[in-house]
């Protein structure tokens, strides 16, 4: 790859996600534990998915064609980092809330653009994308093992200590990407709104899967931990069925190019989508069972990582290179974070009314759901691949 930073780049992926790992299977046991109920746990998170409607179409508006992208990466990253101590004082739900919201615009502001970043720096080589994301799954995996192993054994820090120290790591790593490096590799970069974006053929109804995947996440990001634990499952053991997904996760990355050269984005959309409903209602009806577990787990490489990668892969055909920063903002602002917002929501009412049943039965229906666009023609104007 020699146009693309690997090395450094994928450690900033690799520090990115290891936060992420701390805050997503452990998020909703911290809040509990410190006594806020359901309903508070899912409307944090939520604003985490609703800062995504606003934060990447502010920093892509800002970032794109500019010949500075990495001053914009680490104003996002420090930024973050100083909105975060908000989490030191939790036990106010306001002070929390404020800090959320102000923490994680950034934060998520971050992502589309090291995606940008990395696309451009891939040049023809787009099939390779997912031996960089491997590096953010490992920091994922480690930390969410890691720290499952930790509480199960009483010696884990606080997690705001913890996550915020991924964060500041994150933003040191991103001091060594090299500079002068444009997020918008054409020459005549794009004007197109995001709205105008959103009315090119075929992208309405890629929105769509990505935001009733994202709805149908809900409930295991937030609640599959707690789940787990209720239905006789230890910490650390949960820790380590989190860090399996993320293990199969990153063994799809490996072989995605060979994947996407046999099996085209759409077919790969939606076989994830499937799989995807089978988990939920597996975690749905059988949560005490650990082999099934264990197998549910295993199929987030198809769930997760075959999804991500084919999604990857449809804004490679649905926009020329000229957009393809806006269209990483619009797929997460309107898919994922729209998406996110509604999948906690929900996940939320739903767990407080009649627990993980309901919660993922509810997930396997919105994952089912998604397969009516996923289902549908919709190869765009720059689609090079059969749909």
Partial sequence: MPNLPYWRLSAVYFAY?????????????????????ALAISSLFALWYGTRI???????????????????????????????????????????????????????????????????????????????????????????????????????????????????????????????QRLDTDPQPSQAGLWELLRRPGVRAFIAI????????????????????????????????????????????????????????????????????LRWLSIALLPQSLTLMLLVQVAHAIGFGAFHVACMQRVVELFPESDRLGAQSLMYSLGSGLGGVLGALIAGALWKAGGGALAFAAAASVATLALVPAMQRFGGKHSHAEA
Avoid at 22 to 29: D, K
Avoid at 130 to 142: A, E, K, P
Wanted: aromatic letters at 14%; charged letters at 10%.
């Fill in 17 to 37: 996600h290891a936060a992420i790992g701390v805050f997503t299977p452990y998020f909703a046991r911290w809040m509990e534990g410190l006594g806020h109920g």
């Fill in 54 to 180: 606003f934060g990447p179409p502010l920093f892509a508006h800002y970032a794109r064609g500019s010949t500075h992208p990495k001053a914009w990466l680490l104003g996002g990253l420090w930024a973050s980092a100083v909105f975060y101590l908000g989490f030191f004082g939790a036990q106010h739900l306001w002070l929390l809330a404020l800090s959320m919201v102000a923490f994680s615009l950034c934060y998520n502001a971050i992502l589309p653009q090291l995606e940008a970043f990395t696309l451009a720096g891939l040049g023809p080589r787009k099939h390779d994308y997912g031996r960089v994301r491997l590096w953010g799954s490992l920091g994922f995996i480690l930390l969410a093992v890691g720290y499952g192993w930790l509480l199960q054994h009483g010696d884990a820090p606080d997690l705001p200590w913890v996550m915020g120290a991924g964060i500041v790591a994150t933003a040191l790593i991103t001091h060594a990407l090299p500079a002068q």
């Fill in 210 to 277: 990505v935001m009733l995947t994202q709805i149908s996440f809900g409930s295991y990001y937030l609640f599959f931990t707690l789940q787990l634990e209720r239905h006789g499952h230890s910490t650390d053991v949960v820790g380590q069925l989190w860090g399996l997904g993320v293990v199969a996760e990153i063994v799809l990355f490996m072989y995605a190019g060979s994947l996407l050269r046999r099996v085209s984005a759409q077919r790969t959309l939606q076989i994830a989508l499937a799989v995807t409903a």
